[in-house]
T-cell receptor
Framework: EDKVVQSPLSLVVHEGDTVTLNCSYEVTNFRSLLWYKQEKKAPTFLFMLTSSGIEKKSGRLSSILDKKELFSILNITATQTGDSAIYLCAVVSGNTPLVFGKGTRLSVIA | ETGVTQTPRHLVMGMTNKKSLKCEQHLGHNAMYWYKQSAKKPLELMFVYSLEERVENNSVPSRFSPECPNSSHLFLHLHTLQPEDSALYLC???????????????FGPGTRLTVT
């Protein structure tokens, strides 16, 4: 059974801190890994990763995939209160649509 | 309207009621999805429609019945639900293609369902 595990489950940091969120997976026939940010309701897409070692960046957010060790990290530098959200990791394997982890709840306090 | 819309945004129903959730995507996508999000659980995929045909239903109880009349609209018909069915129901869409694909799904705002 495909599995996606995120850690930590929750995290509280101060504004300006740098955080690293982890996502490990066990799936058959890996295709891609996606990161989403979920605030009040709908998850919004952040990154899609398919190749190992290639960092994707968007502003203060960056992510990288390690297909040998089966994990990905999401980094957020200089955190702001607006970064407070649940960050979801999801994996596509074979012909299976997204399998999500439980998410990491990030709280950034001023 | 842009993106993916869902109605209603909130729904309270009794266990004997029949109601329907509606999802509409304005992105020209060819696949649509229903997810259930319960507290402290991962998002659970319920149904997938690709090119208006159901491709996966993940052993969802029959009290949930999907309908996809065309590539832009998706419904979830509800009847005789249980209190444990209370959750946020999210609709998503994506553009599927042969070969490597983004699988990037765009989500609607969700319907918060409470079964009393």
């Amino acid at each position: 059974e495909d599995k996606v595990v995120q850690s930590p489950l929750s995290l509280v940091v101060h504004e300006g801190d740098t955080v690293t969120l982890n996502c490990s997976y066990e799936v058959t026939n890996f295709r891609s890994l996606l990161w989403y940010k979920q605030e009040k309701k709908a998850p919004t897409f952040l990154f899609m990763l398919t190749s190992s070692g290639i960092e994707k960046k968007s502003g203060r957010l960056s992510s990288i995939l390690d297909k040998k060790e089966l994990f990905s990290i999401l980094n957020i530098t200089a955190t702001q209160t607006g970064d407070s959200a649940i960050y979801l990791c999801a994996v596509v394997s074979g012909n299976t649509p997204l399998v999500f982890g439980k998410g990491t709840r990030l709280s950034v306090i001023a | 309207e842009t993106g993916v819309t869902q109605t209603p945004r909130h729904l309270v129903m009794g266990m004997t009621n029949k109601k329907s959730l509606k999802c509409e995507q304005h992105l020209g996508h060819n696949a649509m999805y229903w997810y259930k999000q319960s507290a402290k659980k991962p998002l659970e995929l319920m149904f997938v429609y690709s090119l208006e045909e159901r491709v996966e239903n993940n052993s969802v109880p029959s009290r949930f019945s999907p309908e996809c009349p065309n590539s832009s609209h998706l419904f979830l018909h509800l009847h005789t639900l249980q209190p444990e069915d209370s959750a946020l129901y999210l609709c998503a869409s994506s553009q599927e293609a042969a070969g490597p694909t983004s699988y990037e799904q765009y989500f609607g705002p969700g319907t918060r369902l409470t079964v009393t």
